[in-house]
């Protein structure tokens, strides 16, 4: 593959809200968590790629908040080397879970974590509806429950 660097987001330097907003619908939504969150960039070189933001829950589970690919690189197994990533440094963390959370209407992003060892774990009934100010669509269908996904570390 190409000379990709994958990088910590240097704290003093701007959010980067363009990639961030790929996967999230407001940058009211990512300020609830990117403040607490480490942000990882992947560049391509010239330019940023991808984002993934990573979110203490516990001493225990490491969250993926945000992960995003821009549009000309999707469908090329950059989700898969950011999810390695997130998995190998919640290992050298100490994390025995990995979690992360996605639309009930999101069926691609579903498979793609199942695809990448997660497990269904449960539901945020109307996350959607009452997490934000307006109705979201994907797929032709409102987003209402959030549904959690966990990979289990320790195997």
Do not use: W
């Not at 701007?14 to 480490?38: C, M, Q, V």
């Not at 950011?82 to 440094?89: C, D, G, M, P, Y």
């Not at 979201?136 to 429950?145: A, C, H, K, P």
């Amino acid at each position: 593959m190409e000379n990709f660097t994958f990088n910590l987001h240097s704290p003093g330097l701007p959010i980067p809200y363009e990639l961030l907003l790929l996967a999230d619908e407001t940058t009211e939504a990512i300020d609830g968590y990117i403040f607490n969150s480490d942000i990882y960039l992947l560049r391509d070189g010239v330019q940023d790629i991808a984002v993934m933001a990573l979110y203490k829950n516990s001493d225990t589970e490491l969250e993926i908040k945000n992960i995003a690919v821009i549009e000309s690189y999707r469908s090329k197994g950059i989700g898969s080397i950011l999810i390695n990533k997130a998995k190998e440094i919640a290992r050298e963390n100490h994390y025995k879970t990995l979690t992360v959370g996605t639309s009930d209407t999101g069926f691609q992003q579903i498979r793609f974590y199942e695809k990448n060892s997660f497990i269904r774990k449960g539901i945020r009934k109307n996350f959607f509806i009452e997490n934000y100010p307006d109705p979201i669509y994907e797929n032709g269908l409102q987003m209402r429950d959030m549904v959690l996904l966990a990979h289990n570390l320790t195997e």
